[in-house]
Antibody, heavy 121, light 111 residues
């Protein structure tokens, strides 16, 4: 059974940093691309970032480019999101998600339960 | 403002057939496949349709997808109360910053 368990969310002040982690199990982690997708309270889904199976291809939404960094450790079956210079508009539930393919695409076949990030003073 | 445009709401009665549209452009739906996600209240999204019209294992054949030009549609036949959820379309966008784009979501109400 595929499991994606996010951690690292919490309350943080504007301008500060936070690092999200995602522990994956139930599939061969280094065969698939991974994503972070977020959902602000009461709002729709917003793709944040994606990374291919070998970290050779990485992409970011314009809204986070230059502030967020996605990475993965295939030896630890883990995905990360380093979030710097956080803003109030970054407040959201952050989902770790598995791609259907090795290169990141728009086909996300499994989602975690999410970790809540709240940016407020 | 989402790159892909969906109606904010849709509704139907049990047993009815409803469709949800998703409109894009030549850089996304026009040149890439479309996926649909279902998000039941309080839960994570679930892949419902991929590659325009393919159903993952376990998804009932009441759900179907189609694409024409720069638009796509999700159809639900034999509507059931448990289909009440938010539905999102998604596609790859080939614009300058190539990335994944979602529709704004459609809240389906079963009357």
């Amino acid at each position: 059974e595929v499991q994606l368990v996010e951690s690292g969310g919490g309350l943080v002040q504007p301008g500060r940093s936070l690092r999200l982690s995602c522990a994956a199990s139930g599939f061969t982690f280094d065969d698939y691309a991974m994503h972070w997708v977020r959902q602000a309270p009461g709002k729709g889904l917003e793709w944040v970032s994606g990374i291919s199976w070998n970290s050779g291809s990485i992409g970011y939404a314009d809204s986070v480019k230059g502030r967020f960094t996605i990475s993965r450790d295939n030896a630890k079956n883990s995905l990360y999101l380093q979030m710097n210079s956080l803003r109030a508009e970054d407040t959201a539930l952050y989902y770790c998600a598995k791609d259907y393919y090795a290169g990141y695409s728009s086909t996300i076949d499994y989602w975690g339960q999410g970790t809540l990030v709240t940016v407020s003073s | 403002q989402s790159v892909l445009t969906q109606p904010p709401s849709a509704s139907g009665t049990p047993g009815q057939r409803v469709t949800i549209s998703c409109s894009g452009s030549s850089s996304n739906i026009g040149s890439n496949t479309v996926n649909w996600y279902q998000q039941l209240p309080g839960t994570a999204p679930k892949l419902l349709i991929y590659s325009n019209n393919q159903r993952p294992s376990g998804v009932p054949d009441r759900f179907s997808g189609s694409k024409s030009g720069t638009s796509a549609s999700l159809a639900i036949s034999g509507l059931q109360s448990e289909d009440e959820a938010d539905y999102y379309c998604a596609a790859w966008d080939d614009s300058l910053n190539a990335h994944v784009v979602f529709g704004g979501g459609t809240k389906l109400t079963v009357l």
